[in-house]
């Protein structure tokens, strides 16, 4: 089987293809034969050196993939030959509440990820892929659709009517979008780039701010909500942003810490900002088999095509990574095996 490895760390994305003897397959496993893999924010940390957990030698990086089962162990039940499948963000994080333990596995950080012809996996570590998607399009489900899935509907609860504000046009915050509109939430999104946000105005964005243009663009946020807020934040931007989403917020509404595009160091939040009004500051941390299970069937139910920015094939893996990196993207970058 053929991998790439990533090389290089810094800010250069070098890979090297190697060929590697196939693994066997063990009772519970299945052989996948891999056919796209989608990128995610951490990936660039990874390769960056940035990335809190990742490991020190070079590894295969990505953590989502679709593929077919070509082989099953004895003793498989879930899975058959011929089932085109996803991977599941945390191998060990079948259902339930979050723990260490569930969580301390993922793909592509600190050990081998899926940027391969092929992958043996536990047969635990897999979900059946939306029949009404392509496989680039499928790919893209482990990581951001389910951690949009997460906040929206699980952390937060939200039900339809809610007005959720979605920070960036990245891949969770199109992936929000997408699943705010589907179930009929009130979506705002912000953008640093007018094309974007006319783009996001199309998939049905109630309402927009452009974030470079308007920096205190919480203030927007309160205006455009009669002065009271937004009832959720996906708060994507960290550091820069996350005082800003508190301001949005209405009394009494969440605000779902995903990640940092802005920074991950120290945000100045006052506990009178949360307090006055006794907002939900919480977090998540991608999502279980479970909920990407709940998100197949969904997309699958309410027709969501996920947006994909750009494909890219296995021995273009270097540009991928700078497409990403150049936040020039709308939605998801994908590279598709050869
Ligand atoms: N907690 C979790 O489990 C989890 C899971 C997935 C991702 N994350 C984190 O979530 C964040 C997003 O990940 P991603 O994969 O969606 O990233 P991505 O696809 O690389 O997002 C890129 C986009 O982010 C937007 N952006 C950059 N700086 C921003 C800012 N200051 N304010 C608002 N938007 C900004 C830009 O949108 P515009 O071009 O429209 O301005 C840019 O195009 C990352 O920090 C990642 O580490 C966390």
Not at 71 to 83: F, K, P
Request: with cysteine; hydrophobic share 45%; charged share 20%.
């Amino acid at each position: 089987m053929l991998v790439q490895t990533l090389a290089a760390r810094g800010n250069s994305y070098r890979f090297t293809p190697l060929e590697r003897p196939s693994k066997p397959v063990g009772a519970k496993d299945v052989r996948i034969a891999v056919r796209a893999a989608a990128l995610n924010f951490r990936d660039i940390q990874v390769a960056r050196g940035s990335y809190a957990h990742a490991a020190d030698q070079p590894i295969v990086p990505l953590s989502d993939a679709a593929g077919v089962v070509v082989e099953v162990g004895e003793q498989v039940g879930r899975l058959a030959i011929g089932d085109r499948v996803i991977t599941s963000f945390f191998p060990d994080w079948i259902d339930g509440l979050i723990s260490r333990k569930k969580t301390s596995a993922t793909h592509g950080a600190n050990s081998d990820g899926i940027l391969a012809t092929e992958l043996v996996l536990s047969e635990e570590a897999l979900v059946h892929a939306p029949k009404s998607l392509t496989d680039s399009e499928a790919a893209t489900l482990t990581c951001a659709g389910v951690t949009a899935w997460n906040a929206l509907f699980v952390q937060a609860g939200a039900k339809p009517g809610a007005r959720v504000l979605i920070l960036g046009t990245g891949g969770v915050a199109v992936w929000a979008l997408q699943l705010s509109v589907a179930a009929g939430l009130d979506p705002i999104i912000t953008s640093s780039s007018d094309a974007k946000i006319e783009a996001a105005r199309a998939m049905g964005a109630r309402a927009s701010v452009n974030y470079r243009t308007s920096p205190e663009w919480h203030n927007d946020i309160l205006r455009i909500t009669e002065g009271e807020g937004v009832d959720l934040v996906l708060e994507v931007g960290g550091e820069h942003t996350l005082p800003r989403s508190i301001a949005a917020t209405r009394p009494g509404g969440k605000i779902i810490v995903i990640g940092g595009l802005s920074g991950f160091g120290g945000a100045r939040i006052e506990p009178h900002s949360l307090i006055f009004g006794a907002k939900t500051l919480s977090a998540v941390q991608v999502g279980s088999r479970a909920m990407l299970q709940d998100l197949a069937s969904f997309v699958d139910q309410r027709g969501v095509k996920p947006v994909i920015a750009q494909e890219f094939t296995f021995f273009e893996a270097d540009r991928a990574y700078e497409f990403l990196a150049s936040g020039n993207a709308f939605g998801k970058v994908v590279i598709t095996m050869p």
